[in-house]
């Protein structure tokens, strides 16, 4: 197993690398699917967020209101980590689950774990990778493509970006920078020499 964690700010591109590494055959975790999984009814992590946020933060239904949840935490670091000390935790959990059983299945396999706040979390999760993948673009383009893509508002979405680690703090933990500011070829032509560089490491590991 060859374990790399992939990591960006928001619009940044990395779902465009997660995809294409998934083309050309890595196991993606995703971290993005995995909070919306321990946040369901009826599981430990939302009656946490209901502890810590009160009942407003759900839906008549019962389920978690992400819009009203992101109101509250987006304009306060505070509360913020709060929901991060409940939620990263919850997450990584699963993860590793799922990354021994996609070893089990495969002693070769490249796992990524797309987690955009690896940064952020790292308080609940120890930095355990064999590589370490930051995606980039200058935040004017990062921008631009939520109010043009997400329709959010250019305050939002600014918002959204300081709610967030700092480039200078993502690079800290980059092993390897991909900068996605540029085409889709250009973008591309870097994520395939990744992947060669990755599962040359995971067959030469699993044969030492």
């Known amino acids: ?29 995703d971290a993005d699917v995995l909070a919306r999984e321990v946040v369901e009814p009826g599981t430990a992590g939302l ?18 209101d992400r819009p009203a949840l992101g109101a509250i935490v987006f304009t306060d670091p505070q509360a913020l980590q709060r929901l991060n000390d ?10 590793r689950e799922l990354f021994t059983e996609a070893a089990a299945a495969n002693p070769d396999a490249v796992i990524v774990y797309d987690v955009p706040l690896l940064v952020e979390g790292s308080a609940g999760r120890p ?6 993948v930051v995606v980039e ?12 893509h997400r329709g959010m508002s250019r305050p ?3 918002a959204r970006i300081r709610s967030q680690a700092t480039d200078a703090e993502r690079r800290a933990a980059a092993d390897v920078v991909i900068d996605n500011s540029g085409s889709r070829e250009n973008t591309y032509e870097q994520v395939d020499a990744l992947w060669s560089s990755a599962l040359a ?8």
């Open 127 to 132: 930095m355990s990778f064999d590589l370490v």
């Open 86 to 95: 409940i939620t990263h935790p919850a997450v990584w959990s699963r993860a």
């Open 201 to 208: 490491s995971a067959t030469g590991a699993q044969e030492d």
């Open 47 to 64: 009656a946490a967020i209901v502890d810590a946020f009160g009942r407003g933060i759900l839906t008549e239904d019962g389920r978690l």
């Open 1 to 29: 197993m060859y374990l790399i964690a992939l990591t960006g700010g928001i619009a940044s591109g990395k779902s465009l690398v997660s995809a294409r590494l998934r083309e050309l055959g890595a196991v993606i975790v």
């Open 156 to 158: 939002d979405a600014e």
């Open 137 to 148: 673009a200058p935040e004017r383009v990062r921008v631009d493509r939520m109010v043009e």
